[in-house]
């Protein structure tokens, strides 16, 4: 059985590809489908983009679909950067720019007031059938400054205290096992073998 994860990052794709080792399910992307548009993310919620982008790629290829959308919610920020993380600084999509604005804005909040979690929501969809979601956190708190060179995103500024490490100070398997993603992917993976069990 074929699952199109609905992306062309190759990191998720590993990921999952990691994650299925065993199954006998052949993970693709939509860099095997180059003529399927990009889904554009307009939803208000992680949820309502994961589930637009799972029903759109699934009802396009014809094979059932798997999406995510996540980002980081800060709490003294009420939430944000949220749904809009990978845009927070503009539409340029750009790490560096969207940490120093979430620096900024946090410059004179104390340590115990910068509280925040990583959301996962994951979709997966059945062509012309249901869609089911899944989701995982990572609670956290926000550094003052970034600290390691590993991962993407806000994984610099992201500091997770029972390893006492941001996010990008953890190796791959660390941060598979504590991450938002890496939660909400062992969730749809038990959905997914039901789904494939009807």
């Given at each position: 059985m074929?699952l199109?994860l609905?992306?062309?990052?190759?990191?998720?794709?590993k990921?999952?590809?990691e994650?299925?080792?065993?199954?006998?399910?052949?993970?693709?992307?939509l860099?095997d489908?180059?003529?399927?548009?990009?889904?554009?993310?307009?939803?208000?919620?992680?949820?309502?983009?994961?589930?637009?982008?799972?029903?759109?790629?699934?009802?396009t290829?014809?094979?059932?679909?798997?999406?995510?959308d996540?980002g980081?919610?800060?709490?003294?920020?009420?939430?944000?950067?949220?749904?809009?993380?990978?845009?927070?600084?503009?539409?340029?999509?750009?790490?560096?720019?969207?940490?120093?604005?979430?620096?900024?804005?946090?410059s004179?909040v104390?340590?115990?007031?910068?509280?925040?979690?990583?959301r996962?929501?994951?979709?997966?969809?059945v062509?012309?059938g249901?869609?089911?979601t899944?989701?995982?956190?990572?609670?956290?708190?926000?550094?003052?400054?970034p600290?390691g060179?590993?991962g993407?995103?806000?994984?610099?500024?992201?500091?997770?205290?029972?390893?006492e490490?941001?996010?990008?100070?953890?190796n791959?398997?660390?941060?598979?096992l504590?991450?938002?993603?890496?939660k909400a992917?062992t969730?749809?993976?038990?959905?997914?073998?039901?789904?494939?069990?009807?």
């Amino acid at each position: 059985m074929k699952l199109v994860l609905a992306t062309r990052n190759t990191g998720k794709v590993k990921e999952l590809q990691e994650l299925l080792a065993g199954t006998g399910m052949e993970v693709i992307s939509l860099a095997d489908f180059p003529d399927v548009p990009e889904v554009v993310e307009d939803g208000d919620t992680f949820q309502a983009n994961a589930i637009k982008k799972a029903r759109q790629v699934a009802e396009t290829v014809g094979e059932v679909t798997l999406s995510d959308d996540s980002g980081l919610e800060v709490d003294y920020l009420g939430g944000a950067p949220g749904v809009i993380s990978a845009r927070f600084a503009g539409a340029q999509h750009d790490d560096e720019a969207n940490n120093r604005k979430l620096l900024d804005l946090l410059s004179e909040v104390p340590w115990e007031k910068r509280t925040g979690r990583f959301r996962c929501v994951v979709a997966l969809a059945v062509p012309g059938g249901t869609i089911e979601t899944v989701e995982g956190t990572c609670e956290g708190i926000i550094t003052t400054e970034p600290k390691g060179d590993l991962g993407f995103g806000y994984d610099p500024l992201f500091f997770v205290p029972e390893y006492e490490k941001t996010f990008a100070e953890l190796n791959a398997a660390e941060k598979n096992l504590i991450s938002h993603r890496g939660k909400a992917l062992t969730k749809a993976l038990d959905v997914l073998k039901r789904t494939i069990a009807r």
